[in-house]
């Protein structure tokens, strides 16, 4: 065989092969940030077998890359749970605070604190259940400790009739000596001793 054939056949075999070492250089996105991303990507390379004539370097086979990235986020379930408001604000800051009925007793009612300075104004309104006397008087106090577990009488109150009409008390405490959450108003039963409402004083 012809020696310039050879040579030609080696060499368009030799650029065949540099044809199918071609470089391939991948860039994977980069998802958004995501609390809890699961991120998958997927590469893939194929050559076209096509050779293509290139000025420079003879002949080279031509390559595609294809990516994919998927981002899979979890879903997220968030619960707020609010507690029921026991203190109503108004604009001149006194705060209305709701009783609650204890032993039993069928009694609401309110306890609305004013702040008059050097001292604090108390007005207590309360609603008899039915099949009781709306009109009979019972005793009010302040006291140390928690509705559960009562303390020692701190300041006593004017007497509350169980008729929705309020009784207002000035008591030489500052609104900020009631307001320290170490107190709590308590209605007794008159009567007799036993509690029939109950509201604790929230710190301010």
């Known amino acids: 065989m012809d020696t310039k054939k050879l040579s030609g056949l080696a060499?368009?075999?030799?650029?065949?092969?540099?044809?199918?070492?071609?470089?391939?250089?991948?860039e994977?996105?980069?998802?958004?940030?995501?609390?809890?991303?699961?991120?998958?990507?997927?590469?893939?390379?194929?050559?076209?077998?096509?050779?293509?004539?290139?000025?420079?370097a003879g002949y080279q086979a031509s390559g595609?890359?294809?990516?994919?990235?998927?981002?899979?986020?979890?879903?997220?379930?968030?619960?707020?749970?609010?507690?029921?408001?026991?203190?109503?604000?108004?604009?001149n800051g006194a705060q209305t605070l709701a009783f609650t009925s204890v032993?039993?007793?069928?009694?609401?009612?309110?306890?609305?604190?004013?702040?008059?300075?050097?001292?604090?104004?108390?007005?207590?309104t309360l609603n008899s259940p039915a099949n009781t006397n709306a009109s009979?008087?019972?005793?009010?106090?302040?006291?140390?400790?928690?509705?559960?577990?009562?303390?020692?009488?701190?300041?006593?109150?004017?007497d509350v009739e169980g008729n929705g009409n309020a009784s207002n008390s000035d008591v030489e405490m500052r609104m900020s000596e009631l307001t320290d959450g170490q107190h709590i108003i308590v209605v007794n039963e008159n009567p007799g001793d036993r509690a029939v409402a109950c509201v604790a004083i929230p710190s301010k």
Request: aromatic fraction near 2%; include cysteine.
């Open 103 to 124: 032993n039993n007793s069928g009694f609401t009612g309110n306890v609305t604190l004013t702040d008059m300075g050097d001292h604090t104004r108390v007005a207590v």
């Open 11 to 26: 060499a368009l075999t030799i650029a065949f092969g540099l044809g199918a070492c071609s470089h391939t250089t991948v």
């Open 64 to 91: 595609t890359t294809t990516t994919s990235t998927s981002v899979t986020t979890p879903s997220t379930t968030t619960t707020v749970t609010t507690p029921a408001a026991t203190v109503t604000a108004t604009a």
């Open 28 to 56: 994977t996105p980069t998802p958004a940030t995501s609390t809890g991303a699961t991120v998958t990507t997927t590469t893939t390379a194929s050559t076209d077998t096509t050779a293509k004539r290139d000025s420079a």
């Open 136 to 158: 009979a008087d019972h005793n009010v106090a302040i006291h140390t400790g928690t509705c559960a577990s009562p303390g020692a009488k701190v300041k006593g109150l004017s």
